[in-house]
């Protein structure tokens, strides 16, 4: 779907043709996320923030960031108490705003945001495409902007100044080949997120490509949207598991919908399904311990949001453009789920009422 206007598309081609080399450091930057580079580049996010020498105060002081989030629920808000940790800790005001999982409604939050001219502008994007057309105008206003999902390259990759990797392409790949390891055989249903959403196309295309490559009558038989809601996934694998009374492994692509599905299932008295799901909530251990939830491929929503906020810490006090990062992520048991949200949290619980102030 095109969504530049003639005057941002030529806005886009003026900059790149002005800006040759800084195109090419950051367009060039994916190859650089790769092994050593990989590890510079997390170091350069975690540390870009300048430090202020005694007596400089804080060096966000009056300075104000807004935060557009796709929409609300546990993980965005684990997200949200991640930025709003990173960024008052330098003395910035943090906004809030929700998307309420529309491409409109984050266009319209850019808009708001630059209409206030605050200083900063960080999404936890919709689609690529709505993330991509708010950042192209938040930055005809001089308001740099970074991703806390980036996904795909987009028209706006050039300005914007760090981006949160989501590699749901390498998630589906991880638990295809956990699967091969710990499951038999067999019929797959899937509870996707919201197909032509980005995120939710990619971990549909790694999960199909892993277990293609681990072979062995591995199939995806039936996939149902979800669209990130617990109610619409308990529909979803309703509908599935009649369609389908032979399958036994269930992929819910986002703990949110792995909840829902984990309660319907125990409501079902069917402990005899391998339940794999994404990311993470506090619920979901919970589940996991009851053994409703076989294994997650978690990352934690929090540390992407402080992710996010350390790059436009780092860009608005020392000038420096993050290149992409990935959200560190790993396939965790009931044996093992609890130490890992110790070291990684889901939510920075000390921010969590700010956080749900979000509109």
């Not at 809030?96 to 960080?122: A, H, R, W, Y």
């Not at 109610?231 to 992929?251: E, G, S």
Request: aromatic content about 6%; proline content about 4%; glycine content about 12%.
């Amino acid at each position: 779907m095109s969504y530049l206007d003639d005057e941002l598309t030529r806005r886009l081609l003026l900059r790149r043709g002005l800006t040759t080399l800084g195109a090419g450091m950051v367009g060039g930057s994916l190859l650089a996320a790769c092994g050593d580079d990989a590890d510079k580049n997390k170091a350069s996010a975690d540390s870009g923030a300048k430090t202020p020498a005694a007596g400089d105060g804080m060096p966000g002081k009056g300075k104000t960031i807004g935060v557009t989030l796709i929409g609300i629920n546990e993980y965005v808000l684990g997200a949200a108490t991640g930025v709003i940790k990173e960024l008052e800790a330098g003395g910035y005001d943090v906004k809030l705003l929700s998307s309420n999982f529309t491409p409109d409604g984050e266009i319209k939050n850019f808009q708001t945001f630059v209409s206030q001219g605050v200083d900063g502008i960080i999404t936890l994007p919709v689609t690529s495409a709505s993330a991509a057309r708010g950042a192209l105008n938040a930055e005809k206003s001089s308001i740099p902007t970074v991703s806390l999902a980036w996904a795909s390259e987009s028209p706006a990759d050039d300005i914007l100044v760090g981006r949160v990797r989501l590699n749901n392409v390498t998630g589906g790949k991880k638990i295809a080949e956990w699967l091969s390891q710990n499951a038999d055989p067999g019929e797959v249903l899937l509870v996707q997120g919201f197909p032509g959403n980005e995120f939710s196309d990619d971990f549909d295309k790694g999960l199909a490509q892993g277990l293609a490559e681990v072979g062995g009558g591995w199939k995806i038989v039936g996939k149902v949207p979800g669209q990130y809601l617990r109610d619409k996934a308990i529909t979803a694998a309703q509908n599935l598991t009649t369609a389908h009374p032979k399958a036994r492994v269930i992929v819910t692509s986002v703990a949110e919908m792995g909840v829902g599905v984990a309660s319907y299932l125990q409501r079902k008295g069917a402990k005899n399904y391998t339940h794999v799901t994404s990311d993470g909530n506090t619920e979901m251990i919970d589940w996991m311990d009851k053994g409703f939830i076989s294994a997650d491929r978690y990352f934690s929503s929090a540390t992407s949001g402080e992710m996010g906020a350390k790059m436009m810490r780092a860009h608005l006090e020392s000038d420096k453009v993050t290149p992409p990062t990935d959200i560190p992520e790993s396939m965790e048991t009931p044996d093992t789920i609890k130490a890992k949200v110790d070291q990684e949290p889901l939510v920075f619980q000390e921010h969590l009422a700010e956080a749900k102030k979000a509109a």
